[in-house]
């Protein structure tokens, strides 16, 4: 039998109460949301990896807990084994082990293979989301990486959050 | 792509995909590639055949049978860490590597937008 979702604001809400925190200010964005009409088929679009769940490369320096706002640049031919998680709020067991539950490299790169989507931009981008200010993801890091897509000419940007 | 359905209402974002797994599973569980393979499509699909601003697919793949997962550690306790700047390496290895730059060609740390350019180091 189907059972619902997870209520994950009302979870972590009383969780916050119950532990004595202030509430949380969680985004709650009322507008229309923003809207682009795809303009080419799937098959000649360049797709754009955005990912939330920590990735770095092995080299790379890794993400921190304090509103590390920052993002890195993973080349999409990266091999997979090079890739590491670094992130405070989600469990990272599987995501260790194959990246591609958080970072699904492989299989957009096997849809190229196939034909399915047109390609991938140089770089797949990746931060760690954990970040309390939503004014600084706003202000900061989305803008930051919106340049990159831009210049890295994306036809399509897919988010994958934890 | 999202697996909180209640915060990716919240976010409103254009076109949204929900898959009703655990947290640290939106892109499908761990080396099942088959599965893996068909939550793209899904998704990928979505970007030609939505055309509700705002509204969210709810993918027909299920984590296991029981939904035991969804009462498992329902926010127990206080597990929050310190927060701290200092980077959290999956391992000692990790840290060396990046500390011998062995990655200084590329972009390391792309925090430097303000002045203009996107990341320390060319990237391209």
């Given at each position: 039998?189907?059972?619902?979702?997870?209520?994950y604001i009302a979870r972590i809400t009383r969780q916050y109460?119950?532990?004595?925190?202030?509430?949380?200010?969680?985004?709650?964005?009322?507008?229309?949301?923003?809207?682009?009409?795809?303009?080419?088929?799937?098959?000649?679009?360049?797709?754009?990896?955005?990912?939330?769940?920590?990735?770095?490369?092995?080299?790379?320096?890794?993400?921190?807990?304090?509103?590390?706002?920052?993002?890195?640049?993973?080349?999409?031919?990266?091999?997979?084994?090079?890739?590491?998680?670094?992130?405070?709020?989600?469990?990272?067991?599987?995501?260790?082990?194959?990246?591609?539950?958080?970072?699904?490299?492989?299989?957009?790169?096997?849809?190229?293979?196939?034909?399915?989507?047109?390609?991938?931009?140089?770089?797949?981008?990746?931060?760690?989301?954990?970040?309390?200010?939503?004014?600084?993801?706003?202000?900061?890091?989305?803008?930051?990486?919106?340049?990159?897509?831009?210049?890295?000419?994306?036809?399509?940007?897919?988010?994958?959050?934890? | 792509?999202?697996?909180?359905?209640?915060?990716?209402?919240?976010?409103?974002?254009?076109?949204?995909?929900?898959?009703?797994?655990?947290?640290?599973?939106?892109?499908?569980?761990?080396?099942?590639?088959p599965l893996q393979r068909q939550i793209m499509i899904e998704?990928?699909?979505?970007?030609?055949?939505?055309?509700?601003?705002?509204?969210?697919?709810?993918?027909?793949?299920?984590?296991?049978?029981?939904?035991?997962?969804?009462?498992?550690?329902?926010?127990?306790?206080?597990?929050?860490?310190?927060?701290?700047?200092?980077?959290?390496?999956?391992?000692?290895?990790?840290?060396?590597?990046?500390?011998?730059?062995?990655?200084?060609?590329?972009?390391?740390?792309?925090?430097?937008?303000?002045?203009?350019?996107v990341e320390r180091g060319s990237a391209d």
């Amino acid at each position: 039998m189907a059972e619902a979702p997870v209520e994950y604001i009302a979870r972590i809400t009383r969780q916050y109460a119950k532990l004595g925190y202030k509430p949380y200010g969680w985004v709650y964005n009322t507008d229309a949301s923003p809207w682009q009409p795809v303009r080419k088929p799937l098959a000649q679009s360049r797709v754009a990896l955005i990912a939330s769940g920590g990735i770095y490369r092995q080299g790379q320096i890794a993400f921190h807990s304090k509103d590390d706002t920052s993002f890195r640049l993973i080349p999409t031919d990266v091999h997979t084994e090079e890739l590491r998680t670094a992130h405070f709020a989600y469990d990272q067991t599987d995501a260790r082990k194959d990246p591609n539950v958080v970072f699904p490299i492989d299989t957009l790169r096997g849809l190229v293979q196939e034909g399915f989507i047109g390609g991938l931009t140089q770089h797949a981008f990746t931060f760690m989301g954990g970040i309390y200010s939503s004014r600084r993801v706003r202000e900061e890091l989305a803008p930051a990486i919106t340049g990159r897509l831009a210049a890295e000419r994306a036809d399509l940007a897919l988010l994958v959050p934890v | 792509m999202s697996s909180a359905l209640d915060i990716t209402r919240a976010v409103n974002p254009p076109r949204a995909v929900f898959t009703d797994f655990p947290l640290g599973h939106t892109a499908g569980k761990a080396f099942d590639r088959p599965l893996q393979r068909q939550i793209m499509i899904e998704t990928l699909s979505a970007f030609e055949t939505m055309e509700k601003p705002g509204s969210i697919r709810i993918l027909p793949f299920e984590w296991d049978a029981d939904h035991s997962w969804k009462h498992a550690g329902a926010g127990e306790g206080d597990n929050r860490q310190e927060r701290t700047e200092e980077p959290q390496y999956q391992s000692e290895e990790d840290k060396a590597a990046a500390q011998e730059g062995r990655l200084a060609e590329e972009c390391i740390v792309c925090s430097d937008w303000s002045a203009g350019t996107v990341e320390r180091g060319s990237a391209d």
